[in-house]
Nanobody, 119 residues
Framework: QVQLVESGGGLVQSGGSLRLTCKAP???????????MGWYRQAPGQSREMVAS???????TYADSVKGRFTISRDNSRKTVYLDMTRLKVDDTAVYYC??????????WGQGTQVTVSG
């Protein structure tokens, strides 16, 4: 069963912006709300890396490479997490994955959404 569904990827020019959305339609609220949610990415030939995460209390963490450009947020009422990406660079090109770390039921991944930044 697909637990997390990403959307919003696409092709954008360098310097542009995109918003990624991750929805958890099959996750009950009592599981979603305490979960730490995050975004990871994987570029061709590279390891998957953490981009941003947000805890149940709203504490955020960012990779150094995206600080000041990306913003993660969550809407618990919609069981949704967002990643607002601005001033995109060619190096941001990757498949972006939504990630859930639940204290009750563990880890889940989305299927990924492609982000391509052209120079």
């Amino acid at each position: 069963q697909v637990q997390l569904v990403e959307s919003g990827g696409g092709l954008v020019q360098s310097g542009g912006s995109l918003r990624l959305t991750c929805k958890a339609p099959r996750t009950i609220t009592s599981v979603f709300n305490p979960s730490t949610m995050g975004w990871y990415r994987q570029a061709p030939g590279q390891s998957r890396e953490m981009v941003a995460s947000i805890t149940r209390s709203g504490t955020t963490t960012y990779a150094d490479s995206v600080k000041g450009r990306f913003t993660i947020s969550r809407d618990n009422s919609r069981k949704t997490v967002y990643l607002d990406m601005t001033r995109l660079k060619v190096d941001d090109t990757a498949v972006y994955y939504c990630h859930r770390d639940s204290p009750q039921v563990g880890i889940a991944w989305g299927q990924g959404t492609q982000v391509t930044v052209s120079g």
